[in-house]
């Protein structure tokens, strides 16, 4: 009796081993070369097991994909070192320097004169309205055949309007003041000779601005390689009883951030009454930025 139950130990072990066995064996991944669901064997359950990208259910031959996250391609993301967009302003400030010849009221020769004026604008490449502001100052030296200096100092500030937003044409009303002092006289030959006098008054007038098209260069701007401004305006700057000054005058310029520039501008009433200029013709150089 001792020895069967003795032999019955062992068989009972030995079965306990094989099970183990088994269930280790069950317990391993199920290599399959591709995504191919297999059935469970009836009546048999193993753990979840996953072969690439695919998890195999317990007990029921399904096959559940797994929810990788993927990562964007390389060119698919926006590039840090790309370039910013350009702004659409166009505004613009320029400084100009002129040398030329006025022909003075009453006087048959020229005389020179020289001088410098600066502008601002304010638009965009799509204004309607664009406002601006310009001054400049003038000196008209005497020759020999007159004593009259004149020192000339104008401001004026306007509003352009763009016809259905066009940046090339553009035309509008401005305003302005401007101080006139004449001085008569040579101070070197006899002082008591010389005499002064201050005309002042206000410039009121309109323009039509043509310009060619700007043109973007990456991130920077190439300002208009040609513009021509026409304009007339009535002076009030001038003798009490000379009321009707009326001037025309043609501004134009080219070139980049460096450019030329010529002016002309001249009396459109009589003679008398365009004291004390009644021709301008000047040109020079600058620049806009």
């Known amino acids: 009796m001792e020895r069967a139950s003795r032999i019955a130990c062992v068989i009972i072990a030995g079965l306990a081993v094989l099970e183990g066995t088994a269930v280790a064996q069950g317990a391993q991944p199920a ?16 753990a979840p097991t996953t072969a690439g990208g695919a998890t195999w259910t317990s007990g029921l031959g399904l096959v559940e994909l797994s929810a990788r996250p993927t990562e964007g391609k390389t060119e698919d993301k926006p590039s840090a070192s790309s370039l910013a967009s350009p ?7 320029s400084v100009r320097f002129m040398g030329g010849a006025d022909k003075l009221t009453g006087q048959d020769d020229l005389s020179a004169t020289a001088g410098g004026a600066f502008r601002y604008e304010a638009r965009h490449l799509r204004s309607l309205f664009s406002p601006w502001i310009d001054a400049g100052f003038s000196t008209t030296r005497p020759t020999k055949l007159t004593t009259l200096t004149l020192y000339d100092f104008v401001v004026r ?4 309007w763009h016809p259905a937003r066009i940046p090339n ?11 006139i002092q004449a001085v008569t006289g040579d101070n070197a030959v006899s002082p ?3 005499r002064s006098a201050i005309l002042q ?6 323009q039509i601005h043509f310009r060619t098209k700007e043109v973007r260069v990456e991130t920077a701007l190439q300002r208009p390689a040609f513009e021509a401004t026409l304009y007339g305006f009535m002076q009030g700057a001038g003798l ?9 005058g ?8 460096f450019r030329g520039f010529a002016n002309f501008e001249g009396c459109a009433s009589e003679s008398t009454t365009c004291f004390p200029r009644q021709l301008r013709v000047t040109g020079g150089f600058g620049g806009m930025w």
């Open 201 to 206: 008054g206000i410039d009121f007038g309109g």
């Open 87 to 93: 702004s659409s302003s166009v505004s613009a400030f």
């Open 169 to 179: 044409v553009a035309f509008g009303p401005f305003i302005g003041y401007r101080h």
């Open 157 to 160: 500030g306007g509003v352009d």
């Open 31 to 46: 290599a399959t070369s591709d995504a191919t669901p297999v059935a469970a064997p009836r009546g048999e359950s193993f």
């Open 250 to 257: 043609l501004l134009a310029s080219a070139g980049d951030a």
């Open 240 to 248: 009490a009883d000379a009321s009707n000054r009326a001037f025309i």
């Open 192 to 194: 008591d000779s010389e």
